[in-house]
Structures are given as structure tokens and as C-alpha cells.
């Protein structure tokens, strides 16, 4: 499998608070990969670390091969441009929607084509057509998000993430903020984006989503990858204490009833 992103020995230090310490991953293409732990682990910071809404304090982020930023005098120096170009690759969606109160749906998902990608007008039109329907709320273009459920500015602002055609997609509690009843309609476009091959790095508590999506699953504690391996590895038979206890404090998790014929 092609290897989309590369992460080296990164370190992030907030001051004195050291929150990752050391991460090693590599996530290949059309690959699912889910990070589970307790508050504070470190798993959000990872994130904005990826997408460099976080500047790393060392480590390399490799992107489809290549090294972000250039090492200088023993640091490693990242230009503005060069972040920017690399947001535009990688998607992020966050807890919150975060969508322009005063645009429609449609407007939302081409905003990013447009300022960004530089796009004309007929081609943003087009992309944010085509994601809207992907996450099935074409028939929602004209509406504003003050007159969408929670669910459906989610889906929306997934939709305008993709709407950048990124190399990877990462989702960062994107169903925390949701009503349960809400949470399942997320949960399925997130499903059906694996399905079709997109590569994912996901935060999430939902460990049933997580057991029947990833094809990966990592647990961090206190800034460190603990245990890793395949959901049934990490899910059902955990090895370290830390992830026992963590799993034990989310008992609704079940595995799939089996199937009889």
C-alpha cells in the first residue's frame, strides 16, 4: 500500500506540559486509522499537529512521501506557504461545525474552492454539488445552518472539507457535540467514506464504530502510543492495563451479534 502520511519522533510541548511524547505512525492510503484514550492523551493535539494548526516542537510529518518544512541550524522551519499548500491536502473536521451562519449549505462547501484553491465559479459550483449529494444533503443546498439539525451541519461540514479533495481526511470528535440521536447519521457518512477508500485518522469514543470501521486502532496515553493493532486486537483483547481500564469505562461497546443463517 502507497503511504500517504508519515509521522517521526514528534514531540508537542505547551511549556512546561509536554502532551506528546514521541509518536511514531504511518497511515497508507485508503487506510482507516482511530485514536482512542482518555482525556488529555494527546490525541487531539496529534491532530492539529498533522494539519499544523499546531506547530510540532520536533519530530517530521511526512505527507505523500515528502518532509514538511526544512531543517535550519538544528530546527526544523515551516514557511507560511508551505502550510497553507498542506491544509488545502489534508481535511479536517472538528467537534464543532464552525460553518458561515450568513452563507446557504452550498455556499459553505465552496467557500474552500473558491478562496483557497482558487477555483472559478462553475467549478466550485460543481464541487459542492457533487459533496453535498455525497453526504446526502443536495436537497439542503439553499438552506442557511441556523435551519439544519445538528447532524446535518456536521455532514455539511464534512462535505466542505472534501470539497478540497484532500489526500487525507482527519475527524477530531466529530460526533461528540451531537445529540445521540444525531450521532448515527454522522457515523454512517464517516462508514461509507472508508467504504469508498478515503483515508482517515479519527478521534473518536465510539467504540463500536471504531470496531467496525478501522482498520487500525491506536490507544494513547499520556502522550504515548500504548497499544495498537488490528479492533479486535485493541478492542477485545487489550494488553496493557491503561487500555483495560479505559474500555472498561465505556461498557457499552458489544461486539457484532453473529450471523445465523
Keep these: 500500500m502507497k503511504e500517504v502520511l508519515r509521522i517521526e519522533g514528534l514531540h508537542k510541548s505547551f511549556a512546561e506540559l509536554e502532551v506528546l511524547k514521541g509518536i511514531d505512525l504511518s497511515v497508507d492510503k485508503g487506510e482507516t486509522v482511530v485514536l482512542l484514550g482518555a482525556s488529555g492523551s494527546g490525541k487531539s493535539t496529534l491532530l492539529r499537529c498533522v494539519n499544523f494548526m499546531e506547530i510540532p516542537t520536533s519530530g517530521r510529518i511526512h505527507l505523500e512521501g515528502k518532509a514538511i518544512g526544512s531543517a535550519r541550524n538544528g530546527r526544523i522551519a515551516y514557511g507560511e506557504r508551505e502550510l497553507t499548500q498542506l491544509r488545502s491536502r489534508v481535511g479536517m473536521v472538528f467537534q464543532h461545525f464552525n460553518l458561515f451562519p450568513h452563507m446557504t449549505a452550498l455556499e459553505n462547501v465552496m467557500e474552500g474552492p473558491r478562496t483557497v484553491l482558487k477555483c472559478d465559479a462553475s467549478e466550485c459550483r460543481r464541487r459542492g454539488e457533487k459533496y453535498l449529494d455525497k453526504v446526502g444533503l443536495g436537497w439542503k443546498a439553499d438552506a442557511y445552518p441556523a435551519q439544519l439539525s445538528g447532524g ?22 466529530a460526533t461528540s457535540a451531537l445529540d445521540p440521536e444525531l450521532v448515527g447519521e454522522v457515523l454512517e457518512t464517516m462508514k461509507e467514506l472508508a467504504e469508498e477508500g478515503m483515508t482517515m485518522l479519527i478521534v473518536t469514543h465510539e467504540l463500536g464504530f471504531a470496531y467496525t470501521v478501522a482498520d487500525k486502532v491506536l490507544f494513547l496515553s499520556e502522550g504515548s502510543i500504548l497499544e495498537q493493532g488490528t479492533p479486535a486486537e485493541v478492542l477485545t483483547y487489550p494488553r496493557q492495563d491503561a487500555t483495560k481500564n479505559f474500555l472498561r469505562g465505556h461498557n457499552m461497546f458489544r461486539l457484532p451479534e453473529p450471523q445465523i443463517d
Excluded: H, V
Design 152 to 173: 446535518q451541519q456536521q455532514r455539511i461540514a464534512i462535505a466542505r472539507a472534501l470539497a478540497m479533495e484532500p489526500e487525507i481526511m482527519l475527524f477530531d470528535e
